[in-house]
């Protein structure tokens, strides 16, 4: 049901006519459940979610060409996997916000651990630029389609994101290194300052016998 009410972004009237389109695609005796919803409504199962925030923060960026590969294969519609990958990243960004059991998630209790699982993986300046991203990526492609080179770039965009230091950061690191120029300068004009006036050429030579001699005579 909460999968209905996502598709149908939260229209009742697209609710009850995915539902009615669920209903004549089972026999009777059939178990409706997410799997078989998914297939129906050509979705792509939200655990494929989660599978690409593990292995974006492991590196393992084969697995984009898994996924993208799994997508084309069984003919998936992929502008609902685009904007289920939005939502989802949307969902992890409102539990870094306000919790897992923010009231502006709509969170079955088996779902929470692996939603907060997965917002821990990211940071949310992170999360934010990748919705920022796909929402561009979308707009670019609407009413048209992409190949599925395309989706795999998309996906290692995401999965590499892992390893992009964000902007803030090297801004605070950039900062931090002016800051310490700046006090090593200090300490060394400091130093100069405290430091003897070098000796001059008369008193070195005062400091010499032949010098002296020549200077007497």
């Not at 070098?198 to 016998?209: G, S």
Request: aromatic fraction near 8%; charge should be negative; proline fraction near 4%.
């Amino acid at each position: 049901l909460l999968m209905l009410a996502r598709h149908a972004e939260g229209g009742l009237r697209d609710a009850e006519s995915l539902f009615d389109q669920i209903l004549s695609f089972h026999s009777e005796e059939a178990r409706i459940c997410a799997p078989s919803l998914a297939s129906s409504l050509g979705l792509m199962p939200h655990d494929i979610y989660f599978e690409i925030d593990r292995a974006g923060k492991e590196g393992n960026l084969l697995k984009a060409f898994e996924i993208a590969d799994r997508i084309f294969s069984e003919g998936k519609d992929l502008s609902f996997f685009i904007e289920g990958l939005i939502e989802h990243l949307r969902t992890l960004a409102l539990i870094q916000l306000s919790g897992v059991d923010s009231s502006f998630l709509s969170l079955a209790d088996s779902e929470k651990q692996a939603f907060a699982f997965s917002a821990s993986l990211y940071s949310r300046e992170q999360c934010l630029d990748l919705i920022v991203y796909l929402l561009e990526v979308q707009n670019q492609w609407r009413g048209s389609s992409f190949g599925k080179v395309s989706l795999e770039m998309i996906l290692l965009h995401v999965m590499r994101s892992h390893f992009r230091l964000p902007v803030e950061l090297l801004v605070e690191r950039l900062q931090a290194l002016e800051k310490s120029v700046q006090e090593e300068a200090a300490a060394i004009n400091v130093e100069t300052k405290l430091a003897p006036p070098p000796l001059t050429p008369l008193v070195e030579e005062r400091k010499d016998p032949a010098a002296l001699a020549r200077l007497t005579i």
